[in-house]
Nanobody
Framework: QVQLVESGGGLVQPGGSLRLSCAAS????????MSWFRQAPGKERELVAS???????NYVDSVKGRFTIARDNAKNAVYLQMNSLKSEDTAVYYC???????????????WGQGTQITVSS
């Protein structure tokens, strides 16, 4: 089984910064794409940013230039640096990883528990 543990959420003023972390543990053979999603009250969960095992990245347009996704393969971790935060960034943020647990296994998807980000003055 694979576990994802997130940290770094909280309350921040508009224009401020936060850094989210998500670490995977358990039976891991290979971690492929690692992503951050968010879900605001009354809205559907949306993909914020993704990073591949070779380092490619993509972002939703609303966070381009403000958020940066990174990963540390040695630590099985993914990070989201969030700068210039806006009230519309308020949401529960979830990390998601695509994991292969054995050399002959297929890819499975795992989610973190979610962490609340509130941007408010």
């Amino acid at each position: 089984q694979v576990q994802l543990v997130e940290s770094g959420g909280g309350l921040v003023q508009p224009g401020g910064s936060l850094r989210l972390s998500c670490a995977a543990s358990g039976r891991l053979f290979r971690i492929n794409v690692m992503s951050w999603f968010r879900q605001a009250p009354g809205k559907e969960r949306e993909l914020v940013a993704s990073i591949g095992s070779n380092g490619w990245k993509n972002y939703v347009d609303s966070v381009k230039g403000r958020f940066t996704i990174a990963r540390d393969n040695a630590k099985n971790a993914v990070y989201l640096q969030m700068n210039s935060l806006k009230s519309e960034d308020t949401a529960v943020y979830y990390c998601r990883t695509r994991v292969v647990v054995s050399s002959t296994g297929s890819e499975d998807i795992y989610w973190g528990q979610g962490t609340q980000i509130t941007v408010s003055s």
